[in-house]
Structures are given as C-alpha cells and as structure tokens.
C-alpha cells in the first residue's frame, strides 16, 4: 500500500523547550543518509514491533533516535542526537505521532497523530503549517 507523504509537524516540549518536529521528504532523506537505511523499510520495521520475527528493541532504539533527530533538524538545524534522546525519554510517542502528521491517512499512525505526551504537548500542525518561534 502506498501512503501519501504530507508536510505536517507536531511540537513537543520537554523541559520547557519548544521543539518542533517535522518529517518530510528531506528529514527522510536526512535519515537515510545518516544512517544508510532506508526510511520507509525503518517505519515498516516500526510497525512490526512485537510481531515474532520483528526487529529487536535494541536494534531499533538508535534508529528511532536518529530519526527523531532528522526531523528535529528541519526546524533547529543545531539539534543533536542528545536532544532527540530527550525528547524520546519525556515524550516516546513522538516519532509516532510526527509520523501520523506526516501519513495522516495511515490506520496505525493517524490514531495517534495530536496524543498528548507524558511531559510535553504533541500539538499536531496542519498541512504545510509551520511553528513559530
């Protein structure tokens, strides 16, 4: 099934700091180059979780975290890895949930598109909106 990549964001805001995340084509791409993986077989993987032949949690988790960071960077582009490490502690529906704002007719991510995060908002941004700082 093809899903349709839309230009959405959601914020999140871990220890007072408002950071927006943003995954588009180029937080994608950013993703790929970094890690040299591609990024829609890393969500597919995502989407597996706790299926038998699944990938492993610990093969995942510094996938997830460059992940985060590649989409932090489209709107901060001094993010570091640490950041996206924070950001997952407080807030580990965040990758999630700025995938659902990016694939919004998708069944497992639109769910949580919005949801709120423990210790942070996860505002959904609309189509081609942007945070302001």
Same mark, same amino acid.
């Given at each position: ?7 959405? @964001? #959601? &914020?999140?805001?871990? *220890?007072?700091?408002?950071?927006? $995340?943003?995954? *588009?084509?180029?937080? /994608? #791409?950013?993703?790929? =180059?970094?890690?040299?993986? %591609?990024? !829609?077989?890393?969500?597919e993987k995502l989407e597996q979780r706790? @299926? ?6 610990? !093969?995942?988790?510094?996938? /997830? ?12 582009? *001094?993010?570091?890895?640490? %950041? @996206? ?9 965040? $990758? /999630? &949930? ?14 949580? =598109?919005?949801? %709120?995060? %423990?210790?942070?908002t996860g505002d959904a941004l609309g189509?081609? =909106?942007?945070?302001?700082?």
């Open positions: 099934m093809t899903k349709t990549l839309k230009t959405g @964001a #959601i &914020n999140v805001t871990v *220890d007072g700091t408002n950071w927006t $995340l943003l995954c *588009d084509f180029n937080a /994608m #791409i950013d993703f790929q =180059e970094e890690t040299g993986q %591609d990024a !829609t077989e890393f969500l706790g @299926a038998k032949d699944a990938p492993s949690m610990a !093969t995942l988790m510094p996938l /997830m975290r460059k992940f985060i960071w590649a989409c932090l960077v489209q709107s901060h582009p *001094d993010a570091t890895l640490r %950041d @996206a490490g924070r950001i997952i502690s407080v807030a580990p529906n965040a $990758l /999630m &949930n700025a995938v659902g704002a990016a694939f919004p007719d998708s069944e497992d991510t639109s769910k949580s =598109e919005g949801a %709120d995060q %423990d210790g942070s189509e081609g =909106e942007a945070a302001q700082e």
